[in-house]
T-cell receptor, first 118, second 115 residues
Framework: AQKVTQAQTEISVVEKEDVTLDCVYETRDTTYYLFWYKQPPSGELVFLIRRNSFDEQNEISGRYSWNFQKSTSSFNFTITASQVVDSAVYFCALSDADMDTGRRALTFGSGTRLQVQP | KAGVTQTPRYLIKTRGQQVTLSCSPISGHRSVSWYQQTPGQGLQFLFEYFSETQRNKGNFPGRFSGRQFSNSRSEMNVSTLELGDSALYLC??????????????FGPGTRLTVL
């Protein structure tokens, strides 16, 4: 069955520190997509990035970077020089097709709460 | 382009009542999905609609239902509310069903409190 594990429940850092959020996934599908979303206190899930299973190239967007490794089924997210505005809950998610029904759904990890102290 | 909108933003109901939540997707998006978020269970998939048809359904009791209209707007209904239904209900829209690359864009959610 599809599963996404975010082992870090909560992380607290001081502003300007680098921080890495871990994500490990399980799927039987060979074609799948991985996502990261940010949920600030307002509640809305904000899309950050999408990667497909055939593209293991790492990606950098400003202070954000993502490391996708199929060999370890991981899709980790690093924030460089963290800022107070980065404080939020971050969710990793997997989109794949159920092997029995063929239906696609988005499976979320339990989230990592990041607190950036000034 | 306007984002996903959900109404109402907050709702207080009592046990046994029913509730209807509304979602308007991003213009041009034809797929709408609903999720329930609770502190204990996290984010859980409820159902997905495309072209007024339910395409996929999560593991929720029949008290949870939904529908989609011809303009892609969607509603979800919860009947005979229970205390455990208190949650943030999130709606997400994506452009096209079936394309696995679909990115789901979320609305601000409706926070339902059942007393």
């Amino acid at each position: 069955a599809q599963k996404v594990t975010q082992a870090q429940t909560e992380i607290s850092v001081v502003e300007k520190e680098d921080v890495t959020l871990d994500c490990v996934y399980e799927t039987r599908d060979t074609t799948y997509y991985l996502f990261w979303y940010k949920q600030p206190p307002s509640g809305e899930l904000v899309f950050l990035i999408r990667r497909n299973s055939f593209d293991e190239q790492n990606e950098i967007s400003g202070r954000y970077s993502w490391n996708f490794q199929k060999s370890t089924s991981s899709f980790n997210f690093t924030i460089t020089a963290s800022q107070v505005v980065d404080s939020a809950v971050y969710f990793c998610a997997l989109s794949d097709a159920d092997m029995d029904t063929g239906r696609r759904a988005l499976t979320f990890g339990s989230g990592t709460r990041l607190q950036v102290q000034p | 382009k306007a984002g996903v909108t959900q109404t109402p933003r907050y709702l207080i109901k009592t046990r046994g009542q029913q509730v209807t939540l509304s979602c308007s997707p991003i213009s041009g998006h034809r797929s709408v999905s609903w999720y329930q978020q609770t502190p204990g269970q996290g984010l859980q998939f409820l159902f997905e609609y495309f072209s007024e048809t339910q395409r996929n359904k999560g593991n929720f009791p029949g008290r949870f239902s939904g529908r989609q209209f011809s303009n892609s707007r969607s509603e979800m209904n919860v009947s005979t509310l229970e205390l455990g239904d208190s949650a943030l209900y999130l709606c997400a829209s994506s452009h096209e069903q079936g394309a696995r690359a679909d990115t789901q864009y979320f609305g601000p959610g409706t926070r339902l409190t059942v007393l």
